[in-house]
């Protein structure tokens, strides 16, 4: 099945007191690293959902201020006119997240999955998203409603997993990352 992705970048990021899509990590806005770790888990397209022009094909929330599910419906709903069959939901809050963190979820039977305590990311078949789902919808029930299976997390993953919506969620984050891609770029030398 073909896969696309959609980062969804509505929120108001009223807690990071920034627009989280654009914060640098180790150099590079969220929305880059996870558009470049989304081609890198076989995505051929990206989407953002949610308000702001970062360069990637945008999709408007049909609802502003819906919550992430309204994000993710819009975001359905284009992928599908376009043909896409299955989709990788990335929050812009985790901009840490790795490609081997998603293989898994990639890699999971149909109609998709996530993670056991976590709602996003996930990997759902476009034909499993109820169509009845929007505004006000929690994460948890487009999951449970998809009929998406709950896999283990890997250990160590979790934090980077959920992501950042404090500064000092952002601080911890960032100080792991530029950690593991200095000891990454030590190895290549």
């Known amino acids: 099945m073909r896969l696309a992705a959609i980062i969804l970048t509505g929120g108001a990021s009223s807690r990071m ?32 959902a949610g308000g702001g022009d970062y360069g990637l094909a945008r999709v408007d929330d049909r609802a502003p201020g819906g919550g992430p599910v309204a994000g993710i419906m819009a975001g359905v709903a284009a992928l599908e006119a376009m043909g896409y069959a ?14 081997d963190d998603l293989a898994p979820l990639a890699a999971a039977a149909s109609p998709g999955a996530a993670y056991e305590g976590l709602h996003l990311p996930l990997v759902m078949d476009i034909a499993a998203a ?33 992501g950042a919506n404090t500064p000092e969620e952002r601080e911890r984050l960032l100080v792991a990352l530029i950690e ?6 030590g190895g290549a030398a």
């Not at 593991?180 to 770029?185: M, N, Q, R, V």
């Open 17 to 48: 007191g920034a627009d989280k899509a654009a914060l640098a990590w180790n150099g590079r806005p969220a929305v880059d690293r996870l558009g470049d770790v989304a081609r890198r888990a076989g995505a051929e397209r990206i989407l953002t």
């Open 86 to 99: 299955r989709v990788l939901v990335l929050a812009v809050d985790a901009a840490t997240v790795r490609p």
């Open 130 to 162: 109820p169509r009845d789902a929007g505004a006000g919808w929690a994460v948890g029930r487009l999951i449970e409603r998809a009929g998406l299976a709950r896999l283990p997390c890997a250990a160590g993953a979790t934090e980077r997993l959920r």
């Open 180 to 185: 593991a891609e200095s000891a990454e770029e």
